[in-house]
């Protein structure tokens, strides 16, 4: 049964991370919904060495500390990342810091990565480390850290072996300083130290994606797709949220500071990945997220170029039952299109 109908009223008067605590400690508490039914075979597909039943993943920020990924699997969604972690415990920006828009079906956050560190993620890691589903692991750097790419390296050493795949977020427009590491030259070296601190004893190393921004300009994008193509990165994530405040016409809450996700995200979010998916003539998986509020929205992102998509904004609005209905939609889609696999309407609108 869906519950969320009821709670909705309330979750939209407290403060929105107080009501974000509460939905984290209600899931720990098994109480979430839960999917029974198999997805259709033409939801499922092959990357990065891993079977997805479907596509639709929970995008990290979400459960930034690891308690609920079993959660949001049994919710039907095919992968969850947790995340992003740094190596120290971090408190972040002072609160408030996620504001709701919800003319506009968006948020904007300026949480800075507050979260537990390293060694708490490990450990609850370990303790689900037999559970079956697809967990990944988003890293990053504590925001006084002496040397960055150091703090990346050592997400890697530490959760090789108890990630599916990692995310390099690098596109968090919290941290001051962060994204100047999309520059092609800082790029290709932390690119180059990451992949070289994985694990050589494992049959096929483990799977590193990198996240990038939406407010990148055309040369941006072009050296970053040099980048993972050269490099070797088994995939991007397109994209993270966006300082602009294009499609915010006014209201509450539209001038605060931080990045904006959500419905007013889409538009931007998808033309990078569409942008991203000609520049790597389609050699690497994209995963989009930006905007997902819907099962169109979801295939639209497909079309564009995503092998995989992710929601989070979409989520507070909507519900839990949003998954089924997304996954549904793009069912629906691609029944419709005449594709037996997703795999077959991967980059479909994107000439290349
Ligand atoms: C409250 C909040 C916290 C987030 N924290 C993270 C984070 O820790 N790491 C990260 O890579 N992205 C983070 N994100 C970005 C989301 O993963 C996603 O890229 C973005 O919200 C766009 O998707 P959406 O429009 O479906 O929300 C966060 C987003 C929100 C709303």
Known sequence: MDLFPLVRPFASIVDPETAHRLTIRALRMGLG??????DPVSLGIDLFGLHFENPVGIAAGFDKNGEVPDAMLALGMGFAEVGTVTPLPQSGNPRPRIF???VH?????????????????KRRLLARRRRPGIVGVNIGANKDAADRVADYEAGIRV?????????????SPNTPGLRALQNKAELQGLVARVLAARRTDRVRPTPVLLKIAPDLNEEELNDIAEVALAEGLDGLIVSNTTIAREGLVSGVHAGETGG???????????????????????????????????????YAKIRAGASLV????ALTYEGPALVSRIKQGIAARLAADGFAHLKDAVGADVEL
């Open 33 to 38: 919904p839960s999917q029974h039914a198999s």
């Open 310 to 313: 992710q929601l989070y904004s």
């Open 159 to 171: 959760f090789d072996g108890l990630a599916a795949y990692f995310t390099v977020n690098i596109s």
């Open 105 to 121: 079906r968006a948020v904007i956050n300026r949480l800075g990565f507050n979260n537990e560190g390293h060694a708490v993620l």
């Open 260 to 298: 904006l996700s959500g419905a007013p995200l889409f538009t931007m979010s998808t033309g990078v990945l569409r942008e991203m998916y000609r520049l790597t003539g389609g050699r690497i998986p994209l995963v989009g997220v930006g905007g997902i509020m819907s099962g169109d929205d979801a």
């Open 100 to 102: 709701r828009l919800p």
